[in-house]
Structure formats: C-alpha cells, structure tokens
C-alpha cells in the first residue's frame, strides 16, 4: 500500500479510536438520546451518528472510490434506534477493515479519475471522495463527543 494511503488509513483509524472512546460505557438509554428533540433543530442521536458515518465511510469509500456498490439507503440510517454499544463498535471496525481492503486496491494515479455518484449524478474525483468521507467523519465525531457531554451533565 502507498504512503498516502497509509497515512489515510491512520487518519481514519484515529478517527475512529474517537468515537470508540466517545461511546465505550454509555448506557444504552444514551445511545438513542437527543440533546434537543425537536425536528427543527435537526440533531441526532449516536445511535444515528455512527451508523451515518458508517454508511457514509462505505459509500465514499467503496461506491465512490472504488465503483463496490453497497446499495445503501441514507434516509434508513436516520432511523436507527436501540442498538447497543457492541453493535457500534462493530460497525466501526467493519468501516476500518472496509476500508483497510479497500485502500489497499486503490492507486495513486487513480486520486484524480472521476466517478459519477450513484446517488444523484454528481461528479466527483476519487480523490475527493476519500478526503470527504475523511472529513465527514471527524465532523460526526464532534457531535458525537459533543452529545456524549450534554448526557453527562444532564443524566
């Protein structure tokens, strides 16, 4: 595997070891608690956080990058409740040994071909795809570290 993609892949793993700290020891009523349940406000539970992230890791990662289609459904992860945090945990280390596999079949000269987005058509390099779901993800871990905080004050 190249550098590059070396250092990508500890970027991601570091992201997350985030959101494995973030979540370890929380009780499963947390998981599913919105700080501000209100559709205006348009915040989402960690439950929803992470299994956003995950889908979203796997559509840039695999259908974007590498054309592995996952037939992903964005508006379902939107909906998820009651999963646990084992469940969570698991679904991050599938999104790291996903995406371990799939770096490993990727090629520098490939960062600048373009892909057509399955979802609505949009054109997108095989570059940017990688750096957005890098970045998708260090934004979610905020939330959720932030939502991790706003349950232990008011719990």
Do not use: C
Request: aromatic share 8%.
């Amino acid at each position: 595997m190249h550098t590059f993609f070396e250092d990508y892949l500890e970027r991601l793993s570091k992201l997350h070891q985030g959101i494995i700290e973030a979540i370890k020891d929380l009780p499963p009523e947390a998981l599913d608690w919105v700080p501000i349940d209100h559709p205006s406000a348009e915040m989402n539970s960690i439950n929803v956080l992470v299994t956003h992230l995950a889908g979203a890791e796997r559509y840039w990662i695999g259908d974007m990058a590498l054309g592995d289609l996952s037939g992903r459904v964005r508006e379902k992860e939107f909906q998820v409740r009651g999963l646990t945090s084992d469940q969570l945990l698991e679904k991050i280390n599938s999104s790291t040994n996903y995406a371990r596999t799939a770096l490993e079949k990727l090629t520098m000269g490939q960062l600048k071909e373009e892909r057509k987005s399955p979802r609505d058509g949009q054109v997108f390099t095989v570059g940017w795809s990688l750096l957005h779901a890098l970045e998708h993800t260090a934004v979610h871990l905020g939330h959720i570290q932030l939502t991790r905080q706003l349950w232990q004050e008011d719990h």
